[in-house]
């Protein structure tokens, strides 16, 4: 019989584990669950007899796939993909998928969690300032960039969006502004949020010479991955910029070089953007779907690799 393992270092809220063992063992399939495995060499093992895993930000590399002798598809409950060796699977007739959109809710909730604790000072008693009349740039328009919006314009803030894939006239129907050039979102908006995905082309790509285009208080809002960061360029800006604040859902690699900036920064000690019940629930169950569906009808809707 066909194993479904749900492994997950960061885990799920227990009713999306509920939820996903409903869908396997439903639809005839054996279900196990690896949470908080401390040491790559656990992953290793508990892929030995998988027919289908499930995991979130866990690395599938060559190595696990290798390991997995059984394997026929891998999901990511979530969007970004990067934490999965495509070209592994491939080589070995794996497929690789995703759960866009499941989650971005819940990522766009906590960009505004952590823009508000940042333009009220962590609420440490001074006078802050509102975002109801500032703009903000959304860098890239996919699943999470259209909740920003919404939420943005439900603050009252001036929307605006860079994003050469999707088409000016949807961003516009959204009541959101299309801009032509990264330049120019970065130059126009004091908030900027994230939503890139990380890529051999948009490694590093987020410097110094963007940056710095910025207008005053510039509050730059990372939800998308630390890898998109030049981590050593934000550092030259926060100390040429006393209005410059950085905001991440995970800490940067140099997070120690942050010291001499207090107030001006904030990182998640863990990714947290997509870690609520409803995220987990809604991501884990679709993954788990997207397996039965796979293994039984040879959907593959969802499938990111070749
Ligand atoms: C995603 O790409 O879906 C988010 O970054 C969530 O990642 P997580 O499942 O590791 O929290």
């Not at 502004?177 to 130059?187: H, K, M, Q, R």
């Not at 908030?191 to 948009?202: G, K």
């Amino acid at each position: 019989m066909s194993k479904v393992l749900v492994a997950t270092e960061k885990p799920f809220a227990k009713a999306a584990v509920d939820q996903i063992k409903a869908v396997v063992t439903k639809a005839g399939f054996d279900f196990a669950l690896l949470e908080k495995y401390t040491d790559k060499s656990e992953l290793l093992e508990a892929v030995k007899d998988a027919s289908a895993l499930i995991v979130r930000s866990d690395k599938v590399t060559a190595e696990v796939i290798e390991a997995a002798k059984e394997l026929k598809i891998v999901v990511r409950a979530g969007a970004g993909y990067d934490n999965l060796d495509l070209e592994a699977c491939t080589s070995k007739g794996i497929v690789a998928m995703n759960t866009p959109g499941q989650n971005s809710n819940a990522v766009a909730e906590l960009a505004f969690g952590m823009m508000i604790s940042m333009a009220r000072n962590a609420y440490n008693g001074t006078a802050g300032t509102e975002l109801r009349g500032k703009k903000i740039g959304i860098h890239a328009y996919g699943n999470v960039g259209l909740y920003v919006a919404k939420i943005a314009q439900g603050i009252g803030m001036e929307v605006y969006a860079f994003d050469p894939f999707v088409d000016a006239e949807k961003i516009k129907a959204d009541g959101v502004t299309p801009l032509a050039s990264v330049e120019e979102l970065y130059a126009t908006c004091q908030y900027v949020s994230l939503h890139i995905p990380a890529t051999p082309q948009t490694k590093e790509s987020i410097n110094y010479d963007l940056l710095r285009k910025m207008p005053k208080n510039a509050v730059l809002v990372n939800t998308a991955r630390k890898e998109v960061i030049h981590e050593a360029d934000i550092i030259k800006l926060m100390n040429e910029r006393a209005d410059f604040a950085y905001i991440s859902d995970i800490a940067p690699d140099n997070k120690d070089a942050y010291t001499p900036f207090e107030g001006r920064y904030f990182f998640t000690p863990k990714k947290m953007g997509a870690q609520t019940a409803e995220a987990n629930i809604n991501a884990g169950v679709a993954a788990a779907e997207q397996i039965v569906d796979y293994i039984k009808n040879g959907n593959t809707t969802y499938k990111v690799n070749k």
